[in-house]
Nanobody, 117 residues
Framework: QVQLVESGGGLVQTGGSLRLSCAASGSIFRINAMGWYRQAPGKQRELVASTASGDTTTYADSVKGRFTISRDNAKNTVYLQMNSLKPEDTAVYYC???????????WGQGTQVTVSS
């Protein structure tokens, strides 16, 4: 059993910053990849950023240069530093973790990020 606990969402003005955290716990052999997704009302869930073994990172074009994903392997935690936030960044943000030897990915409960104009 694996649990993911997200934190750090909230309400911020345009141009502001937030830092999201997602901590994984439970039966974890090795985390192969961690990522952040978001889903705005009426839209499909989309990848925001991900990090895999070897510290390779991927970002959606819409967040490049503004968001930074990082991970603390000792704590099984992934972070998303979000700067220069825009109203279009408003969404529920979910973390996803891919664990070695596990058949399915694990998702966090989601945290709301709201950017006011």
């Amino acid at each position: 059993q694996v649990q993911l606990v997200e934190s750090g969402g909230g309400l911020v003005q345009t141009g502001g910053s937030l830092r999201l955290s997602c901590a994984a716990s439970g039966s974890i052999f090795r985390i192969n990849a961690m990522g952040w997704y978001r889903q705005a009302p009426g839209k499909q869930r989309e990848l925001v950023a991900s990090t895999a073994s070897g510290d390779t990172t991927t970002y959606a074009d819409s967040v490049k240069g503004r968001f930074t994903i990082s991970r603390d392997n000792a704590k099984n935690t992934v972070y998303l530093q979000m700067n220069s936030l825009k109203p279009e960044d408003t969404a529920v943000y979910y973390c996803k973790v891919r664990i070695a030897l596990m058949p399915n990915d694990y998702w966090g409960q989601g945290t709301q990020v709201t950017v006011s104009s």
